[in-house]
């Protein structure tokens, strides 16, 4: 069964930098053509933060454009988020996602893409103080 592990989060103050890492098992990043990474703040709906195609096109929310930089590292089949002059407002918990669901059937599990769903790891906690 596909599992997604995020990893890297924590506290920093403004202005200061984390790197985030998100590993997957059973799941080929590049399998469905996108990885995103979201977040969600207390209060807050969960927000698309970034996205990067197979092609290397880069999509960033208007918040973080010139702060955040989204990578993939298919060798590795791990999926980055470096974030740089961090903001109070980026304090939430970060997830990676897939656009995937896992089916089973005939005995196993199997992996659709599906764009109109998301698979989720269990985030990571990032705290930016002032």
């Known amino acids: 069964q596909v599992q997604l592990v995020e990893s890297g989060g924590g506290s920093a103050q403004a202005g200061g930098s984390l790197k985030l890492s998100c590993s997957a098992s059973g799941y080929i990043f590049s399998r469905c053509g996108v990885m995103m990474w979201y977040r969600q703040a207390p209060g807050k709906e969960r927000e698309l933060v970034s996205s990067?195609?197979?092609?290397?096109?880069?999509t960033y929310v208007d918040s973080v454009k010139g702060r955040f930089t989204i990578a993939q590292d298919n060798a590795q089949n791990t999926l980055y988020l470096q974030m740089n002059d961090l903001k109070t407002e980026d304090t939430a918990v970060y997830y990676c996602?897939?656009?995937?669901?896992?089916?089973?059937?005939?005995?196993?599990?199997?992996?659709?893409?599906?764009?109109?769903?998301?698979?989720w790891g269990q985030g990571t906690q990032v705290t930016v103080s002032s």
């Open positions: 996602a897939a656009p995937i669901r896992v089916a089973f059937y005939s005995g196993r599990y199997h992996v659709v893409c599906d764009d109109s769903r998301n698979y």
């Open positions: 990067i195609n197979n092609d290397g096109t880069r």
